[in-house]
């Protein structure tokens, strides 16, 4: 009890990463009679796609969501005075896993020398690049091994963001949503407009107590 008392932020997480990998094993059907034999299963795509873009689809969708989900870690500390790093951490798997996960079904569908045809796959590829070592990193011996250097590594994060950005925005409009929120994140983290966030947070906290 105790120590999902502790740990039952990174573990949400987990649950909340795992789950939606779900729906990418239902769109495939191993067969091991024969040897091991993986196929995409026909028609399981949805709104005109096919199962392989479906695939596709909602992994680039998980992969973004979860990148943004962690440039709002410290927003949300700022607004709120909470902050977990393990929490975060997890995060930053999760966006690992899936960003991985997406381009691994591109190289499937693709083939890896189709990567460097358009300026969003090549932005999207970078961005790939990046979170790889951050996901490596992303453990407490690394903390204590790189000590200062692990939050200039993990500041690599925000480029990746944008080039996540930029991959999404040249391929579909919902780049904006997820814009929106890195962009009012940022604003939020102007020391001027933090400074005075926290600093009512702080004397509003004073008053109730």
Known sequence: MKFLK????????????????????SMVQIDVTNGLSITLIEGAGSEGMTTLEMMYHVSGEFAIRWMTAVLTCTPFFILFGISNLFVRQAMGIATAVWSLLHFVIFL???????????????????????VIPLMITSNRRSMKKLKSKWKKLQSFSYAAIFLSLLHVALLDKTWVIYAVIVGIGFVIRIPYIKDRIIRFRKNRKAVTA
Request: proline share 2%; hydrophobic share 65%.
């Open 6 to 25: 502790g740990n039952y932020g990174w573990m949400l997480v987990a649950i909340l990463a795992i789950l939606p990998l779900f729906v990418i094993f």
């Open 108 to 130: 499937f569908a693709e083939g890896f020398l189709e990567t460097f045809t358009q300026v969003n796959y090549v932005a999207g590829f970078v961005a790939v690049l990046i």
